[in-house]
């Protein structure tokens, strides 16, 4: 069933959630806290939602206004004052509502902010990953958005410049595509000639003899990325065509190798020990699903669908979860012509006006 996307998405703030309740009605001040006023200008708001900031034991609820993605001139400004005398300034719009009313929007951030934030995200997973402890199943964990941190940056700063309608779903790092370059599906000679990324690759703390990381001059290129990233290399053109509604990411940014070096998928873990990890990959990505401003996230293999499912079940309808055949060599079904079914599957969501225009 095709997937229907508005010409603007963002997030909705519930009109609950505004003090006051309906109408942004004065709040009334705790024991204690700053005395609040706030002006709303009529014109040109597509909605009210708040802050709470807390300031040397005092709170001042700051307003913050939700213009209409339409560009307008400002000429004005809101003002909150309190007993400190401080005052906050806050553009708005003196033009008329260009947008009808609808349902409320959060501000989208600027391109570098939005980036930033999500790299923040990532961050913010490290280390919470780095507190679990694995059996001795898994003997060497990579974490290649650590090692790799400059060319994984660079494909974030890049090509996550603004909201997304699109998030491609894939489930954690392969041995030889983002285990080298830091970018999900990574096979090398595609993120180097045609995503154009670079920079210096680390080795991991700990490295297997039968799995160095080389970075960009790996010889060994990875099926699965050269499939998935060649597809869209032929269908887009250009990747700023691909990257303008959609971005590609991995649930878990964890590599788990066997002592003998073999791969360990997320799957086999122990139940316990896949729950942990898990739960805190799914817990991110609900954060960064909102981050971005995603309306539908395409698992690229049955786990990674799966998992999202569990990890946006909050979030939906409003985000919807589909499935893409994963592009592995160890698919007989991929082998048999992954391309063509990918774009059916694409066909399908209604996904191919968004890639070809």
Known sequence: MPISFPKQSGLQLPRSSAPGGRGGKRNRKPDGALDQNFLVSPLGFQGVFFRTLKLESQYVTVYYSCLCAMSQSFDGSLKIKGDSGMAVPQPFPSGPRLQPAGALMEPQPSPRSLAEGFLQEELRLNDELRQLQFSELVGIIYNPVEYAWEPHRSYVTRYCQGPKQVLFLGMNP??????????????????????????????????????????????????????????????????????????????CPLLLLAPSGRNITPAELPARQREQLLGACDAALCRQVRLLGVRLVVGVGRLAEQRARRALAGLMPEVQVEGLLHPSPRSPQANKGWEAVAKERLNELGLLPLLTS
């Open 174 to 251: 392969g041995p030889f595509g983002m285990a080298q370059t830091g970018v999900p599906f990574g096979e090398v000679s595609v993120v180097r000639d045609w995503l154009g990324l670079g920079g210096p690759v680390r080795s991991p703390p700990q490295e297997h003899p039968k799995r160095p990381v080389l970075g960009l001059e790996c010889p060994q290129s990875e099926v699965s990325g050269a499939r998935f990233w060649g597809f869209f290399r032929n269908l887009c053109g250009q990747p700023e065509v691909f990257f303008r509604h959609c971005f590609v990411h991995n649930l």
